[in-house]
């Protein structure tokens, strides 16, 4: 199965600041998601990361918040712009894994983030 | 709208009972069904998943879960809890896409 690297692992970053989240893999995926998870709750996708085309985002995420780069096909970051400390959420990336003898997906660690 | 519904946010057992956590599924198309484990500060584990193959499912550490058309449902179950099964479990769902679906989570809690 896939393995997936995400840095940082937790930041604690002061409000108006930018955070970019780094998630490596150590295979070539076509697609890799980002997700948040909000504190106590369950798992939003962000968007949906395809190497050389434009993310595709879901409702209530834009680009300008959210910029995301897939510059290859084992690495892609999401960045956390202007932060307000209602973005202190964890943040995870997620690719589709076709090794498990049907599909499943892997997720990252994680990436813990509060805003001050 | 494609959804999952997981019926219970908190199950508390007793070490060595049975565990039920319960999901059931918006029923549009044929779904994919899986269930992930979240221990705490950890990242997502897949516990097993259902593609439209055998109903009954068998997962890691005992885990079990079974797909049901008519019910719309797929819950998930283990005869005898352990002390480190305590985590949040999410039922996932997808319809023909690579979206996921997640459902709001179940903490589970086992009592000595």
């Known amino acids: 199965s896939a393995v997936i690297s995400q840095k940082p692992s937790r930041d604690i970053c002061q409000r108006g600041t930018s955070l970019t989240i780094q998630c490596q893999v150590d295979?070539?995926?076509?697609?890799m998601f980002w997700y948040r998870q909000q504190p106590g709750q369950s798992l939003t996708l962000i968007a949906t990361?395809?190497?050389?085309?434009?993310?595709?985002?879901e409702s209530g995420f834009v680009i300008d918040k959210f910029p995301i780069s897939r510059p290859n096909l084992t690495f892609s970051t999401l960045t956390v712009s202007n932060m307000s400390p209602e973005d202190s959420s964890i943040y995870l990336c997620?690719?589709?894994?076709?090794?498990?003898?049907?599909?499943?997906?892997?997720f990252g660690s994680g990436t813990r983030l509060t805003v001050v | 709208a494609q959804s999952v519904t997981q019926l219970d946010s908190h199950v508390s057992v007793s070490e060595g009972t049975p565990v039920l956590l319960r999901c059931n599924y918006s029923?549009?198309?044929?779904?994919?069904l899986f269930w992930y484990v979240q221990h705490p500060n950890k990242g997502l584990q897949l516990l097993l998943k259902?593609?439209?193959?055998?109903?009954l499912v068998k997962g890691i550490n005992g885990f079990e879960a079974e797909f049901k058309k008519s019910e719309t449902s797929f819950h998930l179950t283990k005869p005898s809890a352990h002390m480190s099964d305590a985590a949040e479990y999410f039922c996932?769902?997808?319809?023909?896409?690579?979206?996921?679906?997640f459902g709001t989570g179940t903490r589970l809690q086992v009592f000595p």
């Open positions: 990361a395809n190497q050389g085309s434009e993310a595709t985002y």
């Open positions: 029923s549009s198309y044929s779904p994919s």
């Open positions: 259902y593609t439209s193959a055998a109903t």
């Open positions: 996932v769902v997808s319809y023909n896409t690579d979206k996921l679906i």
């Open positions: 997620s690719v589709e894994d076709r090794n498990r003898g049907g599909f499943g997906y892997t």
């Open positions: 295979s070539q995926v076509t697609m």
